[in-house]
């Protein structure tokens, strides 16, 4: 929309009034014990506002909150059409509140405006959209039993449900979670990052707005030690979904065993291969593709394709390609609409980045492309998209989650190799191929250990596709009907006629 320039999203931003309380039982509260934390933009170190530091405390309200309301039917028992309709609702009151949003989302982790807004809050509101649109068609059961028997298998809602969600999508994570746990009739407690609270708190009140009873979504920001452990360890909280890094996930189902032996469902980091064969049908549009598989939302996806595994014959003529492709990924300032890279979402995350760079220059990488940080002059956290070529796979930087905008370049020579080296990974949540060959590509997706295999493009798939990982990036499924089954306990009921 044409309107849109950096003055604009500034003048917006000066007038933002910005909420960082908890919101519990339809209300926002301090924190019981009144702790708050300073929430940092990135984009400049400013301070945008003081956050509820929530504990245990606020966790057994909230926890409290949600089975009253789970208890009293107001949400769990609502037809599924009247649940579809609010859900609705919801989704129109995320749309019409998508400037907002966006900002929110800018200000609070750093990513550029243009994604917070056409790509973030966009399919936040279409995941809540589609998860109502869905619930009124998914039917149950009936066994087949002997003439004197009835058997139904019917799906209920489990109940009390945690979601502990990350920073890189703040709202877009939330809804995945949101989505299908509230069209199912559960009662859910919302812990977002404490690096990004800011969207979660803003739509509890936009979810109430919408008829979605009191107690039905409860919002608790906080650090995960505290206000996450106490969910986690929640002698009442039935199921507990989180999206995040591999070592919290473990952590998380520790806690699982050691309280009530709550569902719990992972997704977890990647290390995804980007494998570019010889017969890729395009390879300046592989290049293209490559580029925005790794440079997308600062590298801060748990997708992102941070393995390049080139095929040696097309080498040499692919990596001019890559590294043109990657010369339009500049970093610039979030609020303009024109930058495609923001700043990471904290200081923190920056020297993690900067580590793992060092670390790929240790180890005898050789940078072809970026690898220093930028733009410190405007007090924010930006880092050059950064590409290493020569890298084995037994590098640092080829096995661990950077989670910044850093690639390795892996050599290959045949099908097999490439196969070994993309499956030779803790991680299993994407890969992707580049081929004109039907036979190599259907081989490839079933040979790949991955829970997503994209072909002769990079991320593809939309909400009618699961999404989730094999290995230690997860289990589970967000996205599709498959979403169902996390939020729901199956039902045998045998009746003799």
């Not at 169902?484 to 039902?491: C, I, R, V």
Request: net charge negative.
């Amino acid at each position: 929309m044409s309107h849109y320039s950096l003055g604009y999203w500034q003048d917006k931003a000066a007038n933002l009034q910005i909420e960082g309380r908890a919101f519990i039982d339809g209300h926002y509260l301090p924190a019981a014990d009144g702790q708050t934390f300073q929430c940092i933009s990135p984009i400049d170190g400013s301070t945008l506002t003081q956050v509820a530091s929530c504990g245990p405390a606020d966790a057994d309200l909230a926890v409290a909150s949600a089975r009253r309301a789970f208890e009293a039917g107001v949400w769990s028992r609502m037809a599924p059409a009247a649940r579809k309709a609010v859900m609705i609702r919801f989704a129109e009151l995320i749309d019409q509140h998508a400037e907002e949003l966006a900002l929110l989302e800018t200000l609070d982790m750093g990513k550029p405006i243009s994604d917070a807004l056409y790509v973030d809050v966009a399919l936040a509101a279409q995941a809540l959209r589609w998860n109502g649109e869905a619930i009124d068609k998914v039917y149950d059961e009936v066994a087949p039993t002997p003439h004197d028997q009835l058997g139904l298998v019917t799906r209920e809602p489990v109940g009390v449900v945690a979601a502990i969600v990350p920073w890189n999508f703040p709202l877009m994570m939330a809804s995945w979670k949101l989505g299908p746990a509230l069209a199912t009739g559960n009662s859910i407690i919302l812990k977002p990052s404490e690096k990004s609270p800011l969207t979660a708190i803003r739509v509890a009140q936009l979810a109430v707005d919408a008829g979605i009873p009191k107690g039905v979504l409860n919002v608790l920001p906080g650090y995960g030690h505290t206000v996450g452990k106490a969910l986690a360890l929640h002698m009442d909280v039935e199921t507990l979904v989180f999206t995040g890094s591999t070592r919290v996930a473990k952590q998380l189902m520790v806690y699982a065993g050691e309280s009530n032996m709550k569902r719990i469902w992972l997704e977890a980091g990647g290390k995804s291969p980007n494998i570019v064969f010889a017969d890729a049908p395009n390879l300046a549009e592989a290049a293209e593709s490559a580029a925005a598989a790794i440079a997308f939302n600062q590298g801060e996806v748990c997708t992102a394709g941070s393995r390049l595994l080139v095929e040696r014959g097309v080498k040499e003529s692919f990596l001019p390609l890559l590294l043109e492709a990657l010369a339009q990924w500049k970093p610039g300032h979030p609020l303009d609409p024109e930058t495609k890279v923001g700043a990471l979402v904290d200081s923190q995350q920056l020297d993690t980045v900067l580590k793992y760079i060092e670390a790929g220059h240790a180890q005898g990488a050789k940078l072809l492309a970026g690898g220093k940080r930028t733009l410190e002059e405007t007090g924010g956290v930006f880092v050059q998209p950064t590409v290493f070529d020569g890298v084995s796979n037994a590098m640092k930087i080829a096995q661990e989650e950077i989670f910044g905008p850093v690639l390795s370049v892996i050599e290959f020579d045949t099908f097999d190799e490439a196969i070994a080296i993309a499956n030779d990974t803790p991680y299993g949540l994407a890969a992707a191929v580049w081929t004109s060959d039907i036979g190599k590509a259907h081989r490839a997706a079933k040979a790949l250990r991955a829970g997503s295999v994209w072909v002769n493009q990079y991320d593809g798939g939309d909400m009618t596709a699961p999404f989730g990982g094999f290995k230690q990036s997860g289990n589970g499924r967000d996205k599709s009907l498959h979403a169902f089954d996390k939020y729901t306990e199956l039902k045998a009921t045998w009746i003799k006629l």
